[in-house]
């Protein structure tokens, strides 16, 4: 076990505000897909994409919304080996000329990288990997949720309750509330809040 190395890849969700990045977070739990976007891909490849960077570095680093990061604290983590065996990659950080000499198979990885250039170019401290994929499907046997602290992921299990609740009074209806009531889902998800694991 390393500090600086994690086992897991992170995608984290977009918002202009917490509650539209958890809305997101939410969304795709409810949908249980990821989906791919080419925005900020040379090529327009449709990709899933990821950070490696250790869950207890995220709040200092990755999500420090005071300091260069537009990344919100709300996301994904699935386990890094997992995510290899079906395709997902670390980016190739180089300058952009190098995108053409790349073989058309590898150029959806590729991350301009120009520390030299004014201003210099450098998003080697996203760790990205990514997936080149329109869709990733994801469940609760593989996936966890990162919420920025406990609260959030308090909201989320109340949120899952009150779905659960709607659900078996529209059971009920047909099979009758004591029936109807074994259909009732504890949360699946494991929460993870930033540095440590919480459920």
């Avoid at 992921?153 to 609740?165: D, F, L, P, S, T």
Wanted: glycine share 6%; with cysteine; aromatic share 12%.
């Amino acid at each position: 076990m390393r500090l600086d190395i994690s086992q897991k890849l992170t995608h984290f969700t977009s918002g202009e505000s917490h509650e539209a990045a958890f809305e997101n977070l939410c969304n795709i739990i409810a949908q249980r897909e990821i989906r791919g976007t080419s925005t900020r891909i040379r090529g327009d490849y449709p990709c899933v994409c990821f950070t490696e960077a250790p869950l207890a570095s995220l709040p200092g680093g990755f999500v420090n919304s005071t300091a260069y990061s537009q990344y919100s604290p709300f996301g994904i983590v699935l386990d890094k080996r997992y995510l290899f065996d079906i395709g997902a990659r670390p980016v190739i950080y180089g300058p952009p000329e190098e995108f053409q000499i790349l073989p058309e198979s590898m150029r959806w990885r590729h991350v301009k990288y120009a520390p030299t250039s004014s201003p210099a170019v450098d998003f080697t401290w996203e760790r990205e990997w990514r997936l080149l994929t329109n869709t990733l499907r994801i469940g609760p046997e593989k996936t966890g949720i990162v919420v920025p602290n406990q609260r959030w992921g308090e909201r989320i299990i109340a949120a899952h309750g009150r779905q659960q609740n709607w659900l078996i009074q529209e059971y009920s209806l047909i099979l009758g509330s004591c029936i109807a009531e074994q259909y009732k889902e504890d949360f699946p998800w494991k929460i993870y809040v930033m540095a440590h694991a919480a459920h």
